[in-house]
C-alpha cells in the first residue's frame, strides 16, 4: 500500500461547479497535511496546510479525518484558474514530504 | 521573493552520459531535498540535507546517483551512466529547517530527457 493515495482523475468540471477530493495516507501516527497545487509543467506550490480542526481559505476547504485516514479537499465556485494537479501531501517527523500522486482537475467554460 | 534556483531547466543527454543539476536554495534554509517527478505522478524523494550531511537518501540509487552540499549552502545532483528510464523532471526544494508541518518551496525544476 502505498503511503499516500489519491485518485489521479482528471476530473473534467464546469466553471462554477463545486468538486471535491480525497486522499487517504497509511502513516496513523500522521497529525497534519499539506495541499500543494502543481500547474502543468511547473513546480509544486503550498496551497493550504490540514489540521485535525479542518482549514479554510476562500472557496477552499481541508479537512483531516484521522479515524478514517483520509484528508480531503472541496473547491468551490471553480475557476478556470484551479485548473491544476492537486497533490496530496503527509509531512511526517523529519521534514520531508511524501505526495501522493496528485490529482488533476480540468475547468471547462 | 526569494526563491529556489535550479539549472539547467532543460537537459538533453544521450544514455550512459554523464549530467548535473545544481540547486541554490533560499538564503537561510538548512534543509535542503532532491525529488524526482515522473510524467503523472508525485513527486518522490531522492536525498534530503539538513546543512551539508545527509539526513535521508534511502531512495537514491547509489550505483549511479551522486548529491553533495558541500558547504551547506548550493547541491549538485549527478547521474553517471545515465539511462532512458532517468528521463524525469528533478526538482530541488528547501525549507528553514526539517521538520513537520514546515513548507517546503520548490525551484522551477530541471527537465531531463535521455536518448
Known amino acids: 500500500r502505498k503511503e499516500v493515495e489519491q485518485d489521479p482523475g482528471p476530473f473534467n468540471v464546469p466553471e462554477g461547479a463545486t468538486v471535491a477530493f480525497n486522499c487517504t495516507y497509511s502513516n496513523s501516527a500522521s497529525q497534519s497535511f499539506f495541499w500543494y497545487r502543481q500547474d502543468c509543467r511547473k513546480e509544486p506550490k503550498l496551497l493550504m496546510s490540514v489540521y485535525s480542526s479542518g482549514n479554510e481559505d476562500g472557496r477552499f476547504t481541508a479537512q483531516l479525518n484521522r479515524a478514517s485516514q483520509y484528508i480531503s479537499l472541496l473547491i468551490r465556485d471553480s475557476k478556470l484558474s484551479d485548473s491544476a494537479t492537486y497533490l496530496c501531501?503527509?509531512?511526517?517527523?523529519?521534514?520531508?514530504?511524501?505526495f501522493g500522486q496528485g490529482t488533476e482537475l480540468s475547468v471547462k467554460p | 521573493e526569494a526563491e529556489v534556483a535550479q539549472s539547467p531547466r532543460y537537459k538533453i543527454t544521450e544514455k550512459s552520459q554523464a549530467v548535473a543539476f545544481w540547486c541554490d536554495p533560499i538564503?537561510?534554509?538548512?534543509?535542503l531535498y532532491w525529488y524526482r517527478q515522473i510524467l503523472g505522478q508525485g513527486p518522490e524523494l531522492l536525498v534530503q540535507f539538513q546543512d551539508e550531511s545527509v539526513v535521508d537518501d534511502s531512495q537514491l540509487p547509489k550505483d549511479r546517483f551522486s548529491a553533495e552540499r558541500l558547504k551547506g549552502v548550493d547541491s549538485t545532483l549527478k547521474i553517471q551512466p545515465a539511462e532512458l528510464g532517468d528521463s524525469a523532471m528533478y526538482l530541488c526544494?528547501?525549507?528553514?529547517?526539517?521538520?513537520?508541518?514546515?513548507?517546503?518551496?520548490f525551484g522551477q525544476g530541471t527537465r531531463l530527457t535521455v536518448v
Open positions: 538564503s537561510g534554509h538548512a534543509t
Open positions: 501531501v503527509d509531512p511526517p517527523q523529519g521534514g520531508k514530504l511524501i
Open positions: 526544494a528547501s525549507s528553514e529547517e526539517g521538520k513537520s508541518n514546515t513548507e517546503a518551496f
